[in-house]
Structure formats: C-alpha cells, structure tokens
C-alpha cells in the first residue's frame, strides 16, 4: 500500500505535508506510511478514497480499477468530449495545466466575452 500511497500522492502533485493536510493527518506520517514504518487507519484509508476518487480495493490490493467511477452529468460530458472532440479536450487540458494567475485571467476574457454575446 506505500507504493500506491505515494503514487497517489505524486499523481496530485503534492509535497507530503500537503497529501496530508487534505486527509487530516500530518507531512511526517505520510512520509511514515510512503515508507512503509506505519501502516494507515480504516479512517485514513477512506479520506484518501474519498479525496482523491480512488477505489479503496485498489488502494489496499492493488486490484484494479484504479478510480471510482463517479456517474453524473459531468463525468459523461467529459467522456463524451474525450472521446469525440478533440479541440475541446485539449482545450481542457490546456487550461487544466495553466498556472492558478492564467486561470483568473481566462475567466476574466470568458466572463467578458460571455457578456457580451449575450451569454
């Protein structure tokens, strides 16, 4: 499960203390769990589930699937872009990598323009 952890962990792009803020544990007891000196709780095993939409089977086994699959609109839009658009894919992918100031400013353009066209 240490592997899996850390995995997680870096997949989000976290430091250690960060992981652990979300999941309510502190930065040296992730590093604890990621070197395999302690072992989560039930409790923390279901925040990182939970937090990061991860299968807990997987978590705990490694047994695949990997992600929860979550069954809303949004999820079916975003399989449907995926799969049939891909301008708008990479769109969203663009704008997903842009620093937290670029996004102010792109909502800021698409506040603007959506005004303005009657949106």
């Not at 502190?26 to 937090?51: H, Q």
């Not at 975003?78 to 894919?89: E, L, N």
Request: hydrophobic content about 35%; charged content about 35%; aromatic content about 10%.
């Amino acid at each position: 499960m240490k592997d899996r952890i850390k995995e997680v962990r870096k997949e989000n792009k976290m430091t250690q203390a960060d992981f652990g803020e979300r999941i309510g544990v502190k930065g040296n007891t992730i590093g604890n769990y990621e070197l395999g000196l302690r072992n989560p709780t039930d409790a923390v095993i279901l925040s990182i589930c939970r937090e990061f939409n991860i299968v807990e089977d997987w978590l705990r086994t490694g047994i695949e699937p990997k992600y929860a699959i979550i069954n809303d609109d949004y999820t079916k839009i975003s399989v449907d872009i995926d799969k049939h658009d891909p301008k708008a894919r990479q769109a969203i992918i663009d704008y997903w990598n842009l620093s937290e100031d670029d996004k102010k400013l792109w909502w800021k353009f698409a506040e603007r323009f959506l005004m303005k066209n009657g949106g």
